[in-house]
């Protein structure tokens, strides 16, 4: 059975609120992780050239990883020695207009990647992996750097403050009523304040509030 994999780090390069254009990067190369992988220099060369916007066109950019919560298809998508490059536009709908708010306050400073490994070979004294292929299905915008082995407590206080801070901000100073992209914003409020404060020190932060149907995606994605 493949296991969907989520690797953080990647940053945001640009928000050009105007035209709606958010650039970055979905992963770091060449680095060891929490996860005490590695994901080697053209990992993703041949999933970007198949299935981006060069080929079939069908690597999504989500938010949080979450399938319900759509933006849209990267118009670009490219390997660099950084890490993986992406160019996104927003299109006119609740999710995006909620983080194009959340980008403007500095609520978002990562991105994310979800794949399943293709080729890898074990890492010499560690209990990670050297990733050499992978198959990616999505990139997404994250509040915080979704990983299923990294714990919560990774994530800075000042970080979380923040966070709440510009969604609780939204709500206050948003141009949206009770809309969807109001019902989304609480939603986030309350997940994110229900976790902080329910947090146990080893507990594993899961990347959505609604778990990820591995084989949903991979069958979706093959087809």
Request: glycine share 6%.
């Amino acid at each position: 059975m493949k296991t969907l994999k989520y690797k953080s780090g990647g940053r945001v390069n640009d928000v050009d609120l105007t035209k709606r254009i958010v650039t970055g990067f979905y992963t770091n190369s060449e680095s060891l992780d929490s996860d005490e992988d590695i994901i080697k220099y053209g990992a993703f060369e041949k999933t970007i050239r198949e299935w981006g916007p060069e080929g079939k066109k069908r690597i999504w950019h989500l938010y949080n990883h979450d399938m319900d919560k759509p933006v849209n298809k990267p118009y670009l998508i490219e390997e660099r020695k950084e890490g993986v490059y992406f160019e996104l536009k927003m299109l006119n709908h609740p999710v995006s207009s909620m983080l194009l708010e959340l980008y403007q306050n500095g609520a978002i400073t990562e991105h994310s990647v979800g794949f399943t490994v293709i080729k890898g070979e074990p890492l010499e004294n560690r209990r990670g992996m050297i990733i050499q292929e992978t198959k990616m299905y999505e990139g997404s915008s994250v509040l915080w750097g979704a990983n299923e082995n990294t714990p919560f407590v990774g994530m800075k206080s000042e970080d979380i403050a923040r966070q709440l801070n510009a969604l609780e901000n939204l709500l206050k100073n948003g141009t949206f009523e009770k809309d969807e992209v109001y019902t989304i914003i609480q939603n986030e409020i309350e997940k994110l304040s229900t976790i902080v404060h329910s947090l146990k020190p080893a507990a594993p932060l899961e990347p959505s509030k609604k778990a990820i149907d591995v084989e949903k995606l991979i069958k979706l994605f093959d087809n």
